[in-house]
Nanobody, 115 residues
Framework: QVQLVESGGGLVQPGGSLRLSCASS????????MGWYRQAPGKRREMVAR???????TYADSVKGRFTISRDNAKNTVYLQMNFLKPEDTAVYYC?????????WGQGTQVTVSS
């Protein structure tokens, strides 16, 4: 199994920044990719950003140029730097670990963008 613990959510004004962190433990050597997903009220969960174990990154069109995913292998932690936040970025953000045949999720962290 893989355990994921997210942190860093909160309330921020439009145009502001936040950095989310996801610390992983357990079968981390089996992880193929780590990702951040989000789910707003009444909407489906969507991929925000993803990084493979080779460092390849993918972003949703809505966050390109504003969000950056990165990782610190020494700390087994993945980050999501979110800049120029918009009200439509408001959602619960979930960390995901993709082991190809299995997927693990964190508990989620709330991000609210509002003035």
């Amino acid at each position: 199994q893989v355990q994921l613990v997210e942190s860093g959510g909160g309330l921020v004004q439009p145009g502001g920044s936040l950095r989310l962190s996801c610390a992983s433990s357990g079968r981390i050597f089996s992880i193929y990719a780590m990702g951040w997903y989000r789910q707003a009220p009444g909407k489906r969960r969507e991929m925000v950003a993803r990084i493979t174990n080779s460092g390849s990154t993918t972003y949703a069109d809505s966050v390109k140029g504003r969000f950056t995913i990165s990782r610190d292998n020494a700390k087994n932690t993945v980050y999501l730097q979110m800049n120029f936040l918009k009200p439509e970025d408001t959602a619960v953000y979930y960390c995901n670990a993709d082991l190809i045949t299995e997927n693990y999720w964190g508990q989620g962290t709330q991000v609210t963008v509002s003035s």
